[in-house]
Nanobody, 115 residues
């Protein structure tokens, strides 16, 4: 599975941004799709995930501000980020899980929120 992410960039605090990630290759067994982020000096953390059945999980820090969605026909997952804060600044990575244990990561895309 190959992942290609796009979106992000420089956004002012309070603004919005949208990330998208497209999966290609052996996509028929993709189960969970999601977004993670890693800020400088910090560990990578979960942002949001969505299962093939539509079950969604958000980090507490983004609940009510971020919305994850997926298009199973196109094998894409998107993250709409609203009311962005400087602490949302990070490199965002998409991840897909094939079956239950095989994970693939995208290349990462930078989101910088200026105050």
């Amino acid at each position: 599975v190959q992942l290609q992410a796009c979106g992000g960039g420089l956004v002012q605090a309070g603004g919005s941004a949208r990330l998208s990630c497209a999966a290609s290759g052996s996509t028929f067994s993709i189960n969970v799709m999601g977004w993670y982020r890693q800020a400088p000096g910090k560990q990578r953390e979960l942002v949001a995930t969505i299962s093939s059945g539509g079950s969604i999980n958000y980090a507490d820090s983004v609940k009510g501000r971020f919305t994850i969605s997926r298009d199973n026909a196109k094998n894409t997952v998107s993250l709409q980020m609203n009311s962005l804060k400087p602490e949302d600044t990070a490199v965002y990575y998409c991840k897909v899980t094939v079956g239950t244990v095989v994970n693939y990561w995208g290349q990462g895309t930078q989101v910088t929120v200026s105050s």
